[in-house]
């Protein structure tokens, strides 16, 4: 079915919702403030437009439907999507200019239909009445605001309305009363009735008691509690109108339709919104009271159309009526004016220009008018400009203008420049006069989003100020330009003055005043005070409808301004009106089922809201007198929404606090009352609580209102310290819901300032002949080196001290760090070199170019390390330049005494080094000062070169690595070889796709307008994103007509490298000079993709963020969309670090090519003065090692250089976090900075790391100061796992545990942490998670360790799981192979055999991406399960099946093409097949608890060539993610007792002799299996029964003869 939603403003609708209907029905208004907002994705879906009632374009409301179509028609032209428009109107004279405005086509789009196509003829008469001069009738009331000569007119229309209806009445028909106001019906309701009796008329007008409904409408009247409207309908009148009660209203309706009422005086609300159909309808008197004007009106066209149009419906078929009767009573000088009306002389015209400036700033806010070439554009999509054409006089233009500009368009030149320049007075936008460019400023999205007008934010602009109180700020509501027509009447005024009396707030002005009006009426309405004048009150429910919306927008302008007491105060209002109550009443009002006499009692009370909490609920009935309310208030009490804060404040720079803020949901989250989520403003305020420091809204979702929440942000603080600032947490919803924490600056210590940069000198540049020998490495790509180049180079080449170099990113430092190798070669070139890249992609791109450039020079060997320890110690031995992650360092260097190839290391290269504060920095910190340990404690020395963007505290970094003065180069940022300009623009839109939506258009126009047709790159924060951006780019650039704009070079030299590209979206957009990039594409595709970017064929790149670090290509210009990423883990989004924002920002520079690159940074506004400050000046970088301790001691341990605890606290004096402790003492939780404070904070630190060590069974403490490794300990080091998994390894491993187990424990590993869980990524796990064949015990599929669990269940299925997720799955494998061997280990310490080959198989399982009981010979290539079935009944089961079969047989089989088969042969061949001998030592002498030994004897069936290399050979593993050497496991267990006694993992080249050893059980007769288990293959593990008889115990005295022998 279709699913139909109202979308108006009585009828909110969440995201959710408006993303589950297919038709919206809305009103212009509500859809012009959402397609306003343009992000939230709902416009993009829309693929048809119907507009009802079109001719209201000449009505007040027109300009918005005019808006809406402009808007609609140029995003058709901007986006390339079709949006259908229909429109339905009544008979216009001008329908051919309505249709021209609305792009139909005149020949099959254009359908007219006049008077004479009505399916019921319409008889209309006109009646005007005069006035007559005789005396009125007695009793007859005063209209209120008419003149005294009305009165008859009155009384005059009446008695004709009376005759009218009687004649209908006569011939049985129905008959409607018009009227316009709403106490008007009752009034005509009660003369009709009257008449009626005094004319004998009145069975005419009464029900027919012979009705078949007669005696159930009377049951229903009887049950109507309006005494008044009983009278009525028993007399068959009846009355509606909109301030009547609902289920009033529907009776009405209902008596009406079925005939039980006769006669119905309406207002004309029911003839736009309810269907009711007469006979006959009469309207009476055609004057209407408006609030905006605050005068009486003329009806307008429209509604006297849709009154008559109430005569004489088709529908009604058995009451079929011959002709519809239509009557319009009106003063006779009114009467022409109606005839020409309906006889349709009058076109409609245009009301835009009064509404131009507020569209205006609308579209400018949207981002779709930049310019004021754009603006007059787009007014010639208005309906305006359809009938300035026509009628050029009307709208100011004389016919010579027209005939000398032909379009007009100096004319609508001349309206966008006054519209622009009042929006520019009003501080709306920013309007360059020279350029015509428009900037959108804060003000005028508040004004765009809250659909208030330039001249009532004019008001507020004049009025604002920090200190208003309550009175001035309701004056100044009160005196917005909306309200500025409302007049105050003479008859209102004593109504006012009771009223004054009786609200709150005091009124300043006297009741004449119109502003004392408005004010007076919004306080009533907060008050729910009853009302009396029907003037009066449409008055109010007009002020009311905007009331809220203006608050608002007070709110959002004054927290702009950063005013705290007044931004509270405002928001307290806005809430007051939402909730019309005051703030004084108590909080339980805002609950809607509480009787108004207990809510009454509990204020009459006085007893603190606070305390309530503390009550029971017999306590609370105690208290309220009323003991069986209790419960229900005790449950209100603990739904009122309660948050329980704290905070972490750490000092970053002197001028900067970071502020982790910890928020605690405390109540019970009932979607019935709080819906789907809870906004929150979270308000920092400085000590006075006058200035808010930072903002910004927090939404608690109900699926997450559970858990903890934590914000971070950065705030300034001033010299000098104030004592304390306070973090408020405000409800937006509920009135008296806040939390405020008062953070205190007390023990605040900030950090040291840091030194002063080095300067850069003025030196002549070095040409690269100074190398000499070494120049040719450079002199194809330049001739001389630049200024940081040269400055240093004497420092590093010709000398052998330590160096820092901290320069911007793009400054040449890799040639830096070149220099120092050179040296090495020069000096020693024997000297082995590791060059350290924090992240892996860091490490390729160096390792690819070295191996081209260096690794041509004589003696150089380039190597990369992997990470696998067995083949990475081969690779140390062979290279001279090592390439590597700190982790991989870290995992080889760990047992440094027994490696002298560890030792012997002559120079360190430490790239990147700032990233010593990011995710890899404690692996970082501890790498180095293992190296500087080492190189202290051995004679050879270690120099170190690091090199790493500007820093703050080089200085520290500095000596840390054992600098001198001379070797720190610590340059400021701005200085770089190429200089960056940089653009900061802040969106205030905090829900983060709406956002990227929003950014997509000003980066579209940043890359066309600064980097013209030279190279860009975009960064954005998801692979989804990515593509989104790419399409949206080339759609901007068809909307302008140039879609090929980015391309630069011809298709058949981008084919070569298309043919690379597998994904259909990136070969399209690549035709198109557009590129992507993320994680998910191949390798081969990203290496075509950067080939194209670089060769300038391909102008723009679009890039994920997480992608910086490996990324070659530079560009001219780099725009980054948004700062922010979906952290999966934490569902939330978090801010990139600021190293990587450097790092993107850095890809804007390409020396020797451009003068100057270009930035321009996309971002949440609040973040806009934190990324101000911080990329212009350098950042700070602090040690994160404390929270890492525990797996590095545990290593330390392990490899003996941590014996005692005080060992430990002296290892801790070699990092970096030791030298930051006393610099910045509060970052790291010290509260003073003197030795007392170190000694101690070092002393806990080592004591509670060692502790946590020791309970999870990975150290042993003795006498509170030895500490010696333990075999968990052992394991973890030697497979690099952290603590915590070992921890839960040993304590979740069972003798019991079988595959579905292992699988879990393994996804519980802490490695998997981290694993990101995308945005809306749990709604794909959870649906390939329903196919997993091992279920899931309760998911949470946003836990990361559910997705490595489905992911690696999926690869055994092999099921396709996405590019994204594809590359997350390869991460999981990479880290389940060392997760496995670790389980085995600890499996096998326990000497459990079943877990121990489960966990073998789970290993193979991982690498060939297969389930253990699918079929062996999946692991060859083209086999699927198909034809593996098909094998299986052809008695072919394994692979050595396959292989013993005969040629013809196996292709007849197989059916494959030569080429297949030649792979097939390929990996079959070298399947392991291995031969295995073994027997025991001394077999006869077995004597119980004696040690015994077996030996094993294995030999592989190889060919010639591979006897010669003795290495194991790689596996052959398509689905695994790295290369993989084959491994074994021999394995000595008794299956019975479910016992393992020995293993031995070996890795075996042809042929190896293996011992094992174990102690022999008591004395008889024994049987174990011995079992050779691969790592990687299936199908190829062998077992064999090993008999043992064991003797009885040798006693004491024989052993000590064996001992003399």
């Not at 405005?101 to 254009?110: A, E, I, M």
């Not at 360790?1345 to 055994?1356: E, M, P, S, T």
């Amino acid at each position: 079915g279709i699913t139909v939603n109202e979308l108006t403003g009585d009828q909110q609708l969440t995201k959710e919702q408006i993303a589950q209907t297919q038709l919206i029905v809305t009103t212009p208004e509500k859809w012009d403030v959402t397609t306003r907002k343009g992000s939230d994705g709902i416009v993009q879906s829309v693929g048809l437009l119907v507009i009802d009632e079109v001719h209201l374009l000449n009505e007040d409301r027109g300009p918005v439907i005019e808006a809406l179509v402009a808007r609609t028609l140029r995003l058709v032209e901007s986006s390339q999507q079709m949006i259908r428009i229909v429109g339905l109107s009544a008979t216009l004279p001008n329908y051919v200019d309505v249709a021209l405005f609305l792009r139909v086509n005149p020949q099959t789009g254009l359908y007219h239909f006049g008077a004479e196509y009505r399916p019921v003829p319409l008889k209309q008469t006109f009646l005007g009445v005069t006035k007559r001069l005789e005396k009125p009738r007695e009793g007859a009331k005063p209209k209120e605001g008419r003149p005294a000569k009305a009165v008859s007119q009155q009384t005059q229309m009446l008695e004709l309305a009376f005759d009218k209806a009687l004649a209908a009445l006569r011939r049985g028909k129905q008959v409607m009363v018009f009227v316009h106001a709403r106490n008007e019906t009752l009034r005509t309701a009660r003369g009709l009735l009257e008449l009626a009796k005094a004319r004998q008329a009145e069975e005419l007008f009464a029900p027919k008691p012979d009705h078949p409904r007669y005696a159930l409408a009377q049951r229903e009247v009887a049950r109507c509690r309006n005494g008044e409207l009983r009278t009525l309908c028993n007399g068959g009148l009846g009355v509606h109108h909109a301030g009547m009660l609902r289920p009033e209203r529907s009776m009405m309706e209902r008596l009406f339709a079925d005939g039980m009422i006769n006669v119905l005086c309406s207002t004309a609300t029911l003839a736009w919104g309810v269907n009711l159909p007469a006979h006959t309808v009469i309207i009476k008197g055609t004057q209407v009271y408006s609030p905006e004007k605050g005068s009486w009106t003329e009806l307008s066209m429209m509604d006297v159309m849709q009154m008559l149009g109430r005569a004489g419906r088709p529908q009604y078929v058995n009451r079929a009526d011959e002709k519809g009767v239509g009557i319009i009573l009106t003063t006779h000088n009114e009467l022409q004016y109606y005839l020409s009306l309906l006889n349709q002389q009058l076109p409609i015209e245009s009301q835009y220009v009064g509404k131009l400036a507020d569209n205006l700033n609308a579209e400018i806010v949207l981002g779709t008018v930049q310019n004021a070439h754009e603006a007059v554009n787009w007014l010639g999509y208005t309906y305006l400009y359809v009938r300035m054409l026509r009628n050029p006089s009307l709208y100011g233009a004389s016919d010579a203008e027209k005939a000398s500009d032909p379009l007009l368009e100096q004319r609508r030149i001349d309206m966008v420049h006054s519209a622009a320049t009042q929006l520019d007075k009003t501080a709306l936008i920013k309007y360059e006069r020279k350029s015509g460019q428009f900037q959108p400023t804060d003000l005028g999205r508040v004004a765009a989003y809250y659909y208030v007008g330039a001249s009532t934010i004019s008001v507020y602009n004049e009025h604002l100020k920090p200190t208003l109180s309550d009175i001035e700020l309701l004056r100044l509501f009160s005196l917005s330009k909306d309200f500025s027509n409302l007049t105050v009447r003479e008859e209102e005024k004593q109504e006012l003055m009771r009223l004054v009396e009786r609200v709150p707030i005091p009124v300043k002005e006297g009741v004449d005043e119109p502003s004392a009006k408005t004010n007076v009426l919004l306080q009533a309405y907060i008050s729910q005070l009853k009302l009396d004048g029907f003037s009066l009150l449409s008055d109010m429910t007009y002020i009311t409808q905007s009331a809220a919306r203006l608050m608002r927008c007070i709110h959002e302008i004054v927290l702009k301004r950063g005013w705290a007491a007044l931004a509270e105060r405002v928001l307290n209002f806005c809430k007051m009106i939402d909730r019309r109550m005051w703030l004084s009443q108590t909080p339980l009002r805002q609950f809607k089922n509480i009787p108004e006499d207990i809510i009454k009692k509990i204020e009459r009370k006085d007893f603190p809201w606070e305390r309530f909490y503390d009550l029971a609920p017999q306590e609370i009935g105690e208290l309220i007198r009323f003991p069986k309310m209790g419960k229900a208030i005790y449950r209100f009490v603990h739904q009122f929404p309660r948050l329980e804060l704290s905070a972490h404040v750490q000092p970053i720079t002197r001028t900067v606090l970071r502020v982790e803020l910890t928020i605690t949901p405390d109540f019970q989250f009932e979607p019935k009352v709080h819906g789907t989520a809870e906004p929150f403003y979270v308000l920092v305020e400085d000590v006075d609580q006058e200035h808010v420091l930072h903002s910004e809204l927090f939404l608690l979702k109900a699926k997450f209102a559970e858990d903890d929440h934590s914000l971070t942000f950065t705030i300034p603080i001033y010299d000098p310290l104030p004592p304390q600032y306070f973090v408020r947490v405000v409800s937006d919803r509920w009135l008296g819901c806040e939390a405020t924490l008062p953070i205190s600056f007390r023990h605040l210590i900030l950090p040291e300032k840091y030194p002063p940069h080095t300067e850069l000198l003025d030196l002549q540049p070095l040409p690269v002949s100074a190398l000499g020998a070494y120049a040719s490495l450079y002199e194809g790509a330049f001739s001389h080196f630049n200024p940081i180049q040269t400055q240093t180079f004497s420092t590093l080449f010709a000398g052998d001290e330590n160096v820092l170099i901290g320069a911007p990113t793009g400054s040449g430092k890799t040639i830096c760090a070149e220099f120092a190798y050179l040296r090495l070669l020069q000096t020693n070139p024997a000297g082995r070199c590791v060059y350290i890249a924090p992240l892996q992609s860091l490490a390729n791109e160096r390792y690819a170019e070295w191996s081209r450039t260096l690794g041509a020079l004589e003696g150089v060997r380039v190597v990369q390390l992997t990470g696998e320890t067995a083949s990475d110690l081969k690779l140390l031995e062979r290279g001279t330049l090592i390439v590597a992650t700190p982790h991989q360092w870290d995992l080889l260097s760990r047992r440094w005494k027994q490696r002298k190839n560890v030792q012997s290391v002559a120079l360190l290269l430490v790239d990147e080094m700032h990233l010593i504060g990011g995710e890899v920095g404690p692996v970082l910190e501890v790498v180095i000062s293992r190296m500087r340990y080492i190189s202290s404690h051995m004679e050879s020395r270690c120099r170190i070169v690091a090199l790493s963007t500007s820093l703050a505290n080089a200085k520290d970094l500095a000596e840390w690595v054992g600098c001198t003065p001379h070797g720190i180069f610590n340059f400021h940022s701005n200085v770089r070889p190429v200089p960056l300009e940089l653009h900061i623009q802040g969106f205030d839109i905090a829900h983060v796709p709406s956002r990227l939506l929003a950014m997509s258009k000003p980066a579209y126009y940043a890359v066309v307008n600064h980097a013209a047709d030279r190279p860009a790159i975009i960064f954005v924060p998801s692979a989804k994103q990515a593509q989104l951006t790419a399409i949206d780019l080339l759609t901007y650039a068809t909307a302008d007509d140039v879609p090929q704009r980015f391309l630069h070079a011809a298709p058949e030299d981008i084919a070569p490298f298309a043919k690379h590209l597998k994904e259909p979206a990136l070969l399209e957009m690549v035709s198109n000079g557009i590129a992507f990039l993320h994680e998910g594409l191949g390798a081969e595709e990203q290496r075509a993709v950067c080939a194209l970017h670089e060769s300038g064929a391909v102008q723009v790149l679009v890039v994920t963020h997480s992608m910086c670090w490996g990324l070659k290509p530079r560009a001219q210009l780099v725009v980054l969309m948004d700062t922010q990423y979906y952290d999966g883990a934490e569902h939330r989004y978090a801010d990139y670090p600021i190293t990587d924002i450097l790092q993107m920002i850095g890809r804007a520079c390409r020396p020797l090519v451009d003068e100057s690159g270009r930035c321009v940074l996309l971002c949440h506004a609040p973040k806009k003065l934190f990324y101000r400050k911080f990329l212009y000046e350098p950042f700070p970088v602090e040690s994160h090692l404390d929270h890492f301790l525990h797996d590095h001691l545990c290593a330390e341990v392990v490899t003996k250089t941590i014996e005692n605890k005080q060992d430990a606290v002296d290892y801790l004096t070699w990092t970096f976090m030791y030298r930051r402790l006393t610099q910045n003492p509060n970052y790291y939780n010290l509260q003073g900075a003197s030795h007392r404070h170190l000694s101690d904070h070092l002393s806990e630190l080592v004591e509670t790391t060692l502790t946590d060590l020791e309970q999870a069974r990975c150290v042993a403490i003795e006498d509170g100061m030895e500490v010696s490794p333990l075999n968990l300990g052992m394991i973890a080091s030697y497979y690099y796992i952290q603590y915590t998994t070992i921890e839960l390894f040993s304590s979740s491993l069972q003798p019991t545990t079988k595959l579905k187990g292992l699988v879990e424990i393994l996804a519980s590993a802490a490695e998997f942490d981290a694993l990101p869980v995308r945005h809306r990524e749990d709604d794909v796990l959870q649906r390939l998670g329903s196919h997993c064949p091992l279920a899931l015990e309760e998911p949470r599929f946003n836990d990361p360790h559910v997705k490595a669990n489905v992911l690696l269940q999926c690869h055994f299925s092999r099921m396709d799981v996405g590019r994204e997720m594809g590359a997350d799955a390869a991460t999981v494998l990479e880290k389940s192979t060392r997760l496995l061997q670790a389980t085995v280990d600890v499996i096998s310490s326990s000497g459990w055999l079943a877990p121990a080959l489960a966990a073998m198989e789970l290993s193979q399982m991982c690498v060939q991406g297969m389930w253990d009981r699918d079929s062996a010979l999946l692991q060859l290539p083209h086999f699927d399960r198909a034809l593996a079935k098909k094998a299986a009944a052809a008695g072919v089961e394994s692979v050595f099946d396959l292989m013993d079969m005969e040629d013809a047989e196996r292709d007849a089989l197989l059916g494959m093409t030569p080429a297949q088969l030649a792979d097939v042969a390929r990996v079959a061949n070298a399947y392991p097949n291995i031969d295995l001998s073994f027997e025991v030592e001394d077999a006869d002498e077995v004597a119980a608890g004696e040690a015994v030994s077996v030996l094993v004897s294995l030999q592989r069936e190889a060919d010639e060539e591979e006897e010669a290399s003795k290495r194991a050979p790689q596996v052959h593993a398509p689905r695994y993610p790295k290369t993989k050497e084959e491994g074994w496991w021999l394995v000595l267990g008794d299956p019975t007792a479910n016992s393992l006694v020995s293993i031995k993992r070996i890795t075996l080249g042809t042929k190896a002799r293996v011992k094992l050893d174990f102690v022999a059980p008591d004395a008889g007769e024994h049987a174990y299996m011995l079992y050779l288990i691969c790592d990687s293959y299936l199908g190829c593990d062998q077992e064999y029964e090993l008999k043992l008889s064991v003797g009885e115990a040798a006693s004491d005295d024989e052993e000590e003869d064996e001992e003399d022998e």
